[in-house]
């Protein structure tokens, strides 16, 4: 509920790929792995971001600044354990 955690989110929605595609998924339960408190209002506008725009975003984002993703065979990605 804080600007701060809006801006992680963002970040995290742009250099990290496992978080996308488990925000997109799930936003309450990626947030509460992340340890982001957002608003439903927050989280809303969020979603409102069209995904194919915010992946070819990411893409063309150098990767020293990325995440590795990494997923298992049942396409989940471990937890980031960061908070």
Do not use: Y
Not at 22 to 28: C, E, G, V
Not at 46 to 72: K, N, Q, T, W
């Amino acid at each position: 509920m804080s600007q701060r955690d809006v801006e992680r989110a963002l970040g995290r929605l742009l250099t990290d790929a496992g978080f996308r595609r488990d925000f997109l998924r799930d936003p309450a339960r990626a947030c509460l792995e992340f340890g982001l408190q957002l608003a439903a209002h927050e989280v809303d506008a969020l979603l409102l971001v069209p995904a194919g725009p915010l992946a070819s975003l990411a893409a063309r984002l150098d990767d020293r600044i990325c995440r590795l993703d990494i997923e298992d065979a049942n396409g989940h990605s471990p937890p980031t354990g960061e908070h």
